[in-house]
Nanobody
Framework: QVQLLESGGGLVQAGGSLALSCVAS????????MGWFRQTPGNQREFVAAVNWSGDKTYYRDSVKGRFTISRDNAKNTVHLQMNSLKPEDTAVYYC????????????????????WGQGTQVTVSA
């Protein structure tokens, strides 16, 4: 059973930066895409970014394009989310998750295809 552990959340002023990391245990890390999602109270979890299994394809929701960068290091079973030019509307709990599809490199990443999930890390951006 793969387990995911996120770190790097916190409080930052608008315009600032935060870097999230997610370390995965288990032997299937380098065969699956990894994703970051976020959720605010009363709302559904929403897709933020994904990186394919080999790390050469990345996908983002429109509102974070040009500001966020997802990357992975398969040798260290780690996926990162660098968040720059943060806005108050980026405030949410951010979750790392593993895609259940092996060797998938397409552009469709619904939350339903991801399991397991990390415990989440709070990101708060003040105005």
């Amino acid at each position: 059973q793969v387990q995911l552990l996120e770190s790097g959340g916190g409080l930052v002023q608008a315009g600032g930066s935060l870097a999230l990391s997610c370390v995965a245990s288990g032997r299937t890390f380098d065969t699956t895409a990894m994703g970051w999602f976020r959720q605010t109270p009363g709302n559904q979890r929403e897709f933020v970014a994904a990186v394919n299994w080999s790390g050469d394809k990345t996908y983002y929701r429109d509102s974070v394009k040009g500001r966020f960068t997802i990357s992975r290091d398969n040798a260290k079973n780690t996926v990162h989310l660098q968040m720059n030019s943060l806005k108050p509307e980026d405030t949410a709990v951010y979750y790392c998750a593993q895609d259940e599809r092996t060797f998938y490199s397409g552009s469709y990443y619904p939350a339903e295809t991801f399991s397991p999930w990390g415990q989440g890390t709070q990101v708060t951006v003040s105005a």
